[in-house]
């Protein structure tokens, strides 16, 4: 098995010899397609409903599924919105780690044989606190897609976008809800502590429950697989590539070995935080990913203050176009695909991918990171990327920096125009925004491939640095080289995610509902306590 991962590294020889040679990476990129290209069309394939509109079949299974578990667990993305803040704020911390019969009484059988709990001290199995899970998975969603997606969708679908956006956001918080809790529910713990969790796990160990374990066996290695090269190119060389072509365009430097070094300093960065393993990377994340935003939501928030007599136009013209689609692309199917596309794409809810990093957490109820993980598409979508989207809808009453139908290449720049207009050389802020979303989004990937990568090759040092390694090999490559269809092979890689994932958690989603039951049952047990406590003292006094 080492001598199979070792030639891994001889693989890559040719890659790194082509690196700084256009043609010889021309060259790759066209060899890439002739074998791959098949993956990346049957991927994205559009089903065409009409001649005007076509809807790529995954974004079905994306929408379609986060539909069905909007239902099926009864609007939980509404109803446990205010228990996920509670969550994450550690109001529930104590019941968590000992349990809810340990410390009030609570007299339910444990019908927890599935997740490792320890006997040693009576405390949940975990690496990772609630806030830092949320973090790390928000780190991987929260990135380019923010800033340059939501643009491309705007040109292309016009206002009406932002609202199926929101959409989209909304019901993905039901699926990301679903895929986390299984993420903790079959998770496994090391001797060591180290937890090894994600959609191979409840695919496997979850569908076997069922009886269907041969299928169950054949979905998570076809996950690994997919997590593997997603990793390596939409979470890497992707964000490489574009955080290096901002800090060149920044500072003028074409034509210069910037990018090489860019990329070398980058490399090195990211090995330091992924060699230290999740909680190294939680650490940085639960830094980075709120300062990010913070500096993000508060420059749109200045934009909008400075603007306040355009937001109820801007708000009535999405409405308006939601539901019209006149002059826009595709009409208003049209703008209903580019808005759900956008959310769906951009909170990677229903991708599987979050569960990994859930996964990690301290806790005794795998729903009580279920509830902590639905509010990250709320983050992601419902926030970051309708304020994107507001800003570029008000800025342009006045600057006509977007002609809505028509589709622009560089989002990123569009976005930079928008905030430029209110705020000048803003532009600079956001080139460093982009870099710490790149960056924080390949520490988080770097997680998840690594996670899919020993589940299919095994777990031990070696095998974990060799892939940490190529990681990191691959973040240079990605800054210095241009391999279009290697980016459109890993991207198709990550959604191609979805496939197995969304079979396996529809079929476990009487096992989902159990455990919401049971956590909600815990609280429940935790507040009839305090409550008699509190009328016993009274009765005292």
């Keep these: 098995m080492k001598k199979q991962l070792l030639s891994l590294i ?31 069309d049957l991927i994205f394939y559009e089903i065409p409903f009409s001649e005007n509109f076509q809807i790529p079949w995954v974004l079905i299974i994306l929408i379609g599924g986060a539909v069905y578990f909007t239902i099926y667990f009864r609007l939980i993305n509404f109803t446990g919105f ?3 803040i509670r969550v994450v704020r550690g109001k529930y911390e104590d019941i968590e780690k000992h349990g809810a019969d340990t410390l009030y009484g609570d007299v339910t059988p444990n019908e927890q044989e599935n997740l490792i709990e320890t006997i040693r001290d009576d405390s949940a199995e975990g690496e990772v606190s609630h806030f830092q899970a949320l973090t790390a998975a928000l780190s991987a969603t929260v990135g380019l897609g923010n800033i340059a997606g939501v643009a491309v969708a705007l040109s292309i679908g016009g206002p009406g976008a932002t609202f199926w ?90 034509g210069t070995s910037a990018a090489t070094w860019f990329g070398i300093v980058m490399a ?10 999740i909680k190294r990377i939680a650490k940085v994340t639960e830094k980075i990913v709120p300062f990010m935003a913070g500096i993000y939501v508060l420059a749109a928030l200045i934009i909008l203050v400075a603007n306040y007599n355009h937001i109820g136009d801007a708000f009535a013209l999405i409405y308006e ?29 229903g991708v599987g991918s979050a569960a990994i990093a859930h996964s990690a957490v301290r806790t005794k109820y795998p729903a009580s990171e279920g509830i902590v993980a639905l509010l990250e598409p709320f983050i992601d979508t419902v926030v970051i990327c309708t304020m994107t989207a507001l800003v570029i809808v008000i800025t342009n009453f006045d600057n006509n920096i977007i002609q809505y139908g028509v589709e622009v290449k560089e989002g990123v720049e569009l ?38 990568w020993i589940y299919l090759f095994g777990r031990g040092k070696v095998t974990e640095l060799i892939y940490k390694l190529l990681f990191c090999i691959f973040i240079w490559v990605g800054s210095v080289i241009s391999l279009g269809s290697v980016i459109n092979f890993s991207d198709a890689m990550i959604f ?32 009839d306590a305090i409550d008699d406590g509190f009328e016993d003292l009274q009765k005292h006094m």
Excluded at 416 to 440: E, G, K, Y
Aim: hydrophobic share 50%; aromatic share 12%; net charge positive.
């Design 82 to 84: 205010g228990t996920a």
């Design 10 to 40: 001889t693989f890559l020889i040719p890659i790194i010899t082509f690196a700084q040679d256009t043609t010889a990476s021309e060259q790759v990129d066209i060899i890439f397609k002739k074998y791959t290209g098949w993956f990346v």
């Design 496 to 527: 191609a995610m979805v496939v197995p994932n969304i079979i396996g958690v529809v079929l476990l989603t009487p096992v989902v509902k159990k455990e919401l039951n049971r956590y909600m049952k815990a609280i429940k047990t935790k507040h």
């Design 268 to 277: 090195i960065i990211v090995a330091f935080v992924i060699i230290g393993g």
């Design 321 to 349: 176009g939601a539901f019209s689609g006149l002059g826009i692309a595709g009409g208003l199917v049209g703008v209903m695909i580019q808005g759900i596309r956008r959310g769906a794409f951009s909170n990677e809810a």
């Design 165 to 254: 956006m929101i959409v989209a956001g909304l019901l993905g918080m039901a699926s990301k809800f679903a895929e986390c809790t299984l993420g903790v529910k079959y998770r496994d713990v090391g001797p060591d502590g180290t937890v090894y969790g994600g959609p191979m796990y409840y695919l496997k160990k979850g569908l076997a429950q069922k009886g269907m374990g041969g299928l169950g066996k054949v979905l998570a290695v076809i996950f690994a697989i997919f997590v593997i090269g997603g990793s390596f190119g939409g979470g890497n060389m992707f964000q490489a590539n574009q955080a290096a072509a901002q800090f060149v365009q920044l500072f003028e430097l074409q």
């Design 415 to 452: 976005t930079a125009t928008a905030f430029d207009s209110v705020i000048p050389h803003f532009s600079i802020v956001l080139t460093v925004a982009v870099i710490l979303f790149a960056f924080s989004t390949m520490i988080s990937w770097s997680y998840y491939g690594m996670q899919g």
